[in-house]
C-alpha cells in the first residue's frame, strides 16, 4: 500500500471507478462520503474503506480528498463558502483536494482562496472521457492550480489519466472543459441529425458513417457514439441534464466575453432541461 490515504467525496459511476481504479493500483482508499449512503456503503464494503456520515471526517480520515459533485452549489457546499458547517474544510492544513467535477471556474477560484486560508492545497483536475476510461486508468486529465499542488497530485493522477496536461492557474482548466463540453455536445447534435436525415432519405448508414469518417463531417462523437446512434442503442454514460449544465457554463462564460454563440445556444435548448435523455461520452 502506498503512504497517503485517499478520500473521497462523491461516488458516482466516475468518482466509484476512480476510487476501484486507485485501489487496485495500491492506493489506500480511507474515506468515502456520497449523499447516496446506500452507493457509499456498497463502495466502502467493496474497497474495504471507511464510510463517513459528514465531509468533514473525509479530511480527518485522508491525506488527499478527491471530490466529484455535480455542480456549483454542491462544490460550494462541501467547501463551506456559503457559510459554516459541515465542510471539508475543516481541520484541512497540510491536506490536498483534487477537484475533478465540471464546474465554473469561478468555483474552482473560491475553493481554492478558502483552502489556502485554511492552509490546504487545491487542484483541479477536469475529466474528458467516460467510466470506462476512469476504470482503465485512462482519462484525459486538464489541470489547473497551483504547480506545487499539481507536482504533489502526480502521483495519484497518473495512476488515472493517459494524458494529463497542466494549464495554468486556477479556473484555467474549467474554462478548457467547459469549451471541450460545448463542442461535444454541438458535434453529438449535429451527428443525431446528420444520421436521422440519411434514415429518412433511404441512405445506407454504415456507408454513411464511412463517408462522414474521411470527410470534413468526421468528429471524435463519430467515432464513439455513431454506431450506437444508428442501432438505436441509447444506454446513458453522460445525462442531457450534465450535458445542459455544462454548455451553460460556456455560455455564461461567452456572455461575459461579449460573444454569441448561436450554436451553442441552440444545442443547449434542445438538450431535454429534466435529464431523461443522455449522451455516450463524458
Aim: hydrophobic share 40%; aromatic share 4%.
Amino acid at each position: 500500500m502506498r503512504e497517503e490515504k485517499i478520500g473521497f467525496v462523491g461516488v458516482g459511476r466516475m468518482g466509484a471507478n476512480i476510487a476501484r481504479r486507485l485501489r487496485e493500483r495500491g492506493f489506500q482508499i480511507g474515506a468515502i462520503y456520497d449523499t447516496n449512503p446506500e452507493a457509499a456503503s456498497l463502495l466502502v464494503r467493496e474497497l474495504q474503506s471507511e464510510l463517513c456520515n459528514n465531509v468533514s471526517d473525509v479530511t480527518k480520515r485522508a491525506d488527499v480528498i478527491i471530490t466529484v459533485v455535480p455542480d456549483d452549489n454542491a462544490m460550494r457546499l462541501i467547501f463551506g463558502t456559503e457559510g459554516e458547517g459541515d465542510t471539508l474544510l475543516a481541520g484541512a492544513r497540510g491536506k490536498l483536494f483534487i477537484n475533478c467535477a465540471t464546474v465554473s471556474p469561478e468555483v474552482h477560484i473560491e475553493v481554492e482562496h478558502r483552502a489556502e486560508q485554511a492552509g490546504a492545497q487545491t487542484l483541479e483536475a477536469c475529466m474528458a472521457s467516460s467510466i470506462t476510461q476512469a476504470r482503465e486508468g485512462s482519462l484525459y486529465l486538464m489541470c489547473a492550480g497551483r504547480e506545487e499542488a499539481f507536482r504533489r497530485a502526480e502521483p495519484v493522477l497518473k495512476e488515472l489519466g493517459a494524458s494529463m496536461r497542466y494549464i495554468g492557474k486556477a479556473g484555467e482548466a474549467a474554462k478548457v472543459k467547459a469549451l471541450v463540453n460545448m463542442v461535444m455536445n454541438i458535434n453529438t447534435a449535429a451527428l443525431a441529425e446528420g444520421l436521422a436525415l440519411g434514415d429518412a432519405l433511404g441512405l445506407d448508414l454504415k456507408l454513411l458513417r464511412e463517408v462522414f469518417s474521411q470527410t470534413g463531417a468526421a468528429s471524435r462523437v463519430l467515432q464513439t457514439d455513431g454506431e450506437d446512434m444508428q442501432n438505436r442503442e441509447h444506454s446513458c454514460f453522460f445525462s442531457a441534464a450534465h450535458a445542459a449544465k455544462d454548455s451553460g457554463i460556456a455560455l455564461h462564460l461567452a456572455e461575459n466575453s461579449g460573444l454569441n454563440l448561436p450554436l451553442a445556444r441552440a444545442t443547449k435548448r434542445a438538450i431535454r432541461p429534466n435529464g431523461s435523455g443522455g449522451t455516450r461520452r463524458a
